[in-house]
Structure formats: structure tokens, C-alpha cells
């Protein structure tokens, strides 16, 4: 995990993780990160992506799968900017404490043909 700082202050942190162990998916990993609200906007999300889907080549994976849940627009559309793109739903996969539920959007980002 990577933490980001703006102005001395940590504005949020990043991560890239390996899928499983199991041969058939070492090519994959996972990208999530985090970024408080009053960064938002400034670059930031983009940049953690940039370095992260950097980082990811060098290691060695082929793809980034990453899941944004539904109603977070603003932050799936940073990810199709950053060149992912939807896959698919997990439906219901969030459970809210008012009984409401949320999908799971799941996206990609191929960076190895």
C-alpha cells in the first residue's frame, strides 16, 4: 500500500494486489484506492492510477481488475478515462444498514495484449 500526500498532508492511499496464487490467474491483479473527499479533483486519483498501473507492468501482470460501486459516478468515470472499461455486475452485492443494496460495477484495464 502506497499513502499520497498533497501539502504535507496525506490526501489518501493506494494498493495493487495479486488475484490468487493459482497459475492461470498470475496475470491478474487488483487496484483499489482511496482519496478523502477535499482532494478530489486535483489530479490525484489519476495520478495513484498512473503509478499503479506502472507499477503493475513492471511487476509482471497483464490486467487490472478493479469494482466501483454503483452511484459512484465520479469515480467511474476517472477509471474509463484511465482507460478501464465495464465488464460486468455483481448485483446486490453491497448490503446498506437501511436494508438498501448496491451493485459492484467490475472493471479492466488491459496493459499487455
Known amino acids: 500500500m502506497h499513502s499520497c500526500s498533497h ?3 496525506v490526501a489518501g492511499n493506494c494498493a495493487i494486489n495479486g488475484i490468487g496464487t493459482k497459475r492461470r490467474i498470475l496475470h491478474r491483479c487488483s487496484l483499489a484506492i482511496a482519496l478523502k473527499k477535499e482532494f478530489w479533483g486535483l ?4 495520478a495513484m492510477i498512473t503509478y499503479l498501473t506502472d507499477l ?3 511487476i509482471g501482470f497483464e ?3 478493479l469494482e466501483v460501486v ?3 459516478d465520479s469515480a467511474k468515470a476517472l477509471y474509463e478515462k484511465c482507460g478501464f472499461v465495464e465488464t460486468g455486475r455483481r ?4 448490503k446498506y444498514d437501511d436494508g438498501t443494496y448496491r451493485d459492484e460495477i467490475l472493471m479492466v484495464k488491459f496493459i499487455k495484449d
Open 56 to 58: 503493475a507492468g513492471q
Open 63 to 65: 490486467q487490472i481488475d
Open 91 to 94: 448485483v446486490r452485492a453491497l
Open 70 to 72: 454503483e452511484g459512484n
Open 43 to 46: 489530479g490525484i486519483g489519476k
Open 7 to 9: 501539502n504535507g498532508r
